[in-house]
């Protein structure tokens, strides 16, 4: 009876070992592909000042300085729109219109 026992624990430790692992390459190999995201913004500035700098044909050793002007530039244009947003939004302020006409107001002030 013991030997029979013994028999059946193995057989069934035998039996549930492979699913196990198999469960497991399964969960193992799923997770990378769903944690792969989007490039966030700054990424792809620095993807494509990358990019740039690699046409340009330059040795390594200037790439740092480089690529800290190429990502300046960048950011330099996006600092211009902003401040004429800001800009903009307070000369609507100062007209009195009602925030219904604002849209409006802002596309002609931001298209000068």
């Known amino acids: 009876m013991k030997k029979l026992l013994t028999v059946i624990a193995l057989a069934t430790a035998a039996l549930a070992l492979p699913l196990h692992a198999q469960t497991t390459a399964t969960t193992a190999t799923a997770a990378p592909a769903e944690k792969k995201a989007e490039p966030t913004a700054q990424q792809t500035k620095m993807g494509s000042c990358s990019t740039e700098f690699k046409a340009t044909g330059k040795p390594g050793a200037e790439r740092q300085a480089f690529m800290k002007e190429c990502l300046k530039k960048e950011s330099d244009a996006k ?12 000369d ?8 219904a006409e604002r849209q409006a ?8």
């Not at 609507?92 to 925030?99: A, I």
């Not at 107001?105 to 000068?112: D, G, I, V």
């Open 92 to 99: 609507f302020k100062k007209t009195g219109k009602p925030g």
């Open 105 to 112: 107001f802002m596309k002609e002030c931001l298209s000068k």
């Open 79 to 90: 600092t211009a729109q902003q401040n004429k947003m800001k800009t903009c939004s307070v």
